[in-house]
């Protein structure tokens, strides 16, 4: 595969990314007296934010090679680090996040597969860089520029790596088409965002819902506020919604599990728009949320990072009958721009009513992984819709879609749970634990907490022994959210009827614990 410009069949249907650019353009001169960001409580305007997209872009210029496209970016909290991924955008580039509190050695891994050589760093935190770092916190001054020329839809707009179920994390390359076709589609869903607005933005920038969070504001002149990463987010968002008055917020579902126990005392008549996605959203808490939020338009959207941030949406109606399965909300219909099917086995498409994989087609698919054409041939397959040959991508997400479109989140068909939203593939977790152990059997689930959110356990085959010498490798191997909290030695693992464990049998161990 071309790692610099991305190759997908002609039938793509990716939207063009000049216009989400030119907006881009347009908003970061119209409004540089209006507040751009605000980070750990301190503002910084529309000029402040150009200022320093031109600074970094003069640097980028200067230092990197103009065939490097893709460009590492440490991803901390503070508006150079947003100035580096819009002045990269400018530059005709790509970004690739990472974050210092992953492990060094998952980090330098990244860095190899994805061919990293440079990476923008806006402060003295860079001896975990596995590539040549360059500093953006102390540029000299250089005329504005806030320009950002025409590239082609098939280059690259950021690469992210998710957990992948052979121990090693897998690259996600997005488009500049395909983030076109998001924006897009975002529009397409009737949520007005204008230069009043305030917006969360509560992620990692290696988790992709980031992207719409800090880019859908930044079109709009609005203000974005981040979440500081040494705060407790669920109590921070608290603070933002109700004091700072927040408009717009795409949040994961855990989080208001979290604040489940203080809904009595939450009143954000603000927030206009509040969005949630990256994990099923139960019906009965989004009920409570919505007394929380009397003047906001809640939605479930659904997508995985292969198909660019999100692609479909169910609008829950606080008066009336919401569509639901096993108390979770239905993620709704195909967004503008994307189609949805469920298909069986064989990959023959379901009628409506019946149970199978939900693929996702349009011009938000990835062109495939990186570099892993093996992986793509898995996951991504060619079949005819309407009349035409297109590409769908596999999500492993088990599903069925209703007489009226309207689709119905059963489950996963694979060993894939969500972490505070992350995406965890449980044997990535169980071949570093099997590597430490050795010829000992493990197995990662994901248990419920008290608050009603995914913890990942481990349970590992033998006599009780010392575990710590365990958590501390499997720290240095994955980020923080994939080291289990609980682990529990079985002396032998229990079987199902077809001689495979059985999983089900030890997470009963956990969660009614003999
Ligand atoms: P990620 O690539 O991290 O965005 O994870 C994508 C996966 O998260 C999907 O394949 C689903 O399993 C899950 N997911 C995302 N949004 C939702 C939602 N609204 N409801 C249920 N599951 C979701």
Not at 318 to 323: C, D, E, Q, R, T
Not at 373 to 384: G, K, S
Request: charged share 20%.
């Amino acid at each position: 595969m071309d790692t610099l410009r991305m190759t997908a069949p002609p039938n793509n249907g990716a939207t063009s990314n000049i216009g989400l650019f030119r907006t881009l353009e347009a908003s970061l001169s119209r409004n540089s007296t209006g507040r751009s960001f605000c980070i750990a409580g301190r503002f910084h305007t529309y000029a402040e934010l150009g200022a320093r997209i031109s600074e970094i872009r003069a640097t980028i210029k200067s230092n990197i090679p103009s065939e490097e496209k893709l460009v590492g970016v440490v991803a901390n909290d503070d508006l150079g680090t947003y100035a580096a991924l819009l002045a990269l955008w400018a530059e005709g580039r790509a970004y690739l996040p990472l974050t210092p509190e992953a492990p060094v050695d998952r980090n330098a891994r990244i860095t190899a597969r994805a061919g990293i050589k440079h990476a923008l760093c806006s402060d003295d935190n860079t001896s975990f860089l596995t590539c040549k770092a360059i500093r953006t916190d102390a540029l000299p001054e250089v005329p504005l520029d806030v320009t950002f020329p025409d590239h082609r839809d098939d280059d690259l707009a950021y690469v992210l790596f998710t957990s992948g179920s052979t121990g090693e994390p897998k690259g996600v390359p997005i488009t500049r088409g395909n983030l076109g076709t998001f924006i897009t589609g975002f529009d397409a869903l009737g949520i007005p965002v204008t230069a009043t607005d305030k917006c969360l933005q509560m992620f990692e920038l290696t988790f992709d819902l980031s992207v719409m969070s800090y880019l859908v504001p930044l079109l709009h002149g609005a203000c974005v506020y981040t979440v500081p990463k040494n705060e407790i987010k669920y109590g921070y968002i608290a603070e933002l919604l109700e004091e700072q008055g927040i408009t717009l917020a795409l949040m994961v579902p855990s989080i208001i599990n979290y604040l489940r126990p203080y809904f009595d005392e939450i009143q954000c008549p603000a927030l206009k728009h509040s969005l949630f996605c990256g994990e099923a959203l139960p019906l009965d808490v989004t009920t409570e949320w919505s007394r929380c939020v009397p003047n906001a338009r809640i939605l479930n959207v659904y997508g995985p990072t292969e198909h660019t941030i999100f692609c479909t949406q169910y609008v829950f109606d606080p008066a009336g009958a919401n569509k639901q399965v096993n108390g979770v909300l239905s993620i709704g219909k195909a967004m503008f721009g994307s189609s949805i099917v469920v298909v069986d086995e064989q990959r023959k498409i379901l009628p409506p009513g019946e149970k199978g994989e939900l693929c996702l087609g349009g011009g938000q698919m990835t062109p495939g992984y990186w570099n892993d054409p093996e992986r793509t041939a898995q996951a991504i397959f060619l079949m005819e819709h309407e009349g035409l040959i297109q590409r769908f991508y596999r999500t492993g997400d088990l599903c069925t879609i209703d007489a009226q479109g309207d689709a119905l989140y059963l489950g996963r068909l694979d060993h894939q749970v969500k972490i505070q939203g992350y995406r965890v593939e449980l044997s990535e977790i169980e071949h570093h634990a099997r590597a430490f152990l050795v010829r000992t059997s493990a197995v990662a689930l994901a248990v419920m907490n008290d608050a009603g959110n995914n913890e990942v356990a481990l349970a590992i085959e033998g006599p009780e022994g010392e575990v710590k010498p365990l958590i501390e490798y499997l720290r240095s191997k994955l980020p923080g959210y994939m080291v289990p909290t609980r682990t529990r030695f079985v002396a032998e693992f229990p079987l199902n009827t077809n001689g495979k464990t059985d999983r089900k049998a030890l997470q009963a161990m956990f969660t009614n614990p003999a």
